[in-house]
């Protein structure tokens, strides 16, 4: 009878530990299909969204949280005259992405904007509650887009409190 118990325990054990594994790699993750608008970039003149040439547009997309967002793109579009036109973000860190998504290498990417060969971008500003769009451009053209947590996402996901320079979460129900 010990041997059932600690065989079923055992087998119990690796069957939740795969079924874990699988949801957070897997199951909730989406392929997003380009629209023609999906690489956005806010501009320094007016303050708005504006879109940028890209091609060769991979992206995936989770609904069980608002910073499982990551795409990857090409664009023709040099690091100076980005830099010119759109608004900076300052110290971006890219989220790891699943091993199947092969386009989105944070730790490369993490090297090279420490380097200085690539440059990042706000996005969106807010686009889901505390949560800022990046967008990352390499001096080869090479593109990356992932959601960030901004300070107000950090102190409501940590359980501090916003403060008033937070906007208030009810507008973004529905968003995220």
């Known amino acids: 009878m010990g041997q ?86 300052e110290d971006a860190e890219p989220r790891n992405a699943p091993g199947w998504f092969d386009c989105f290498d944070a730790e490369a990417l993490g090297a090279e904007i420490n380097e200085g060969t690539a440059l990042t971008f706000l996005g969106q500003k807010n686009i889901a509650y505390g949560v800022d769009q990046v967008v990352a451009i390499t001096e080869d053209g090479r593109g990356y887009i992932w959601h960030e947590l901004n300070e107000c996402g950090e102190k409501a996901y940590d359980g501090s409190p916003v403060g008033e320079a937070c906007p208030p979460r009810d507008e973004f129900e529905g968003n995220n």
Do not use: H, K, W
């Open 4 to 89: 059932f118990l600690a065989g079923f325990t055992v087998l119990s054990a690796l069957l939740a530990g795969g079924a874990m594994y699988y949801l957070q790699v897997y199951a909730f993750y989406e392929e997003v299909n380009a629209t023609g608008d999906d690489v956005q970039l806010v501009s320094l003149v007016s303050g708005a969204r504006e879109p940028i040439l890209f091609d060769d547009y991979e992206a995936i997309d989770a609904y069980s949280s608002p910073i499982r967002f990551r795409a990857c793109f090409t664009t023709p579009m040099s690091q100076s005259l980005l830099t010119e036109t759109y608004v900076a973000f």
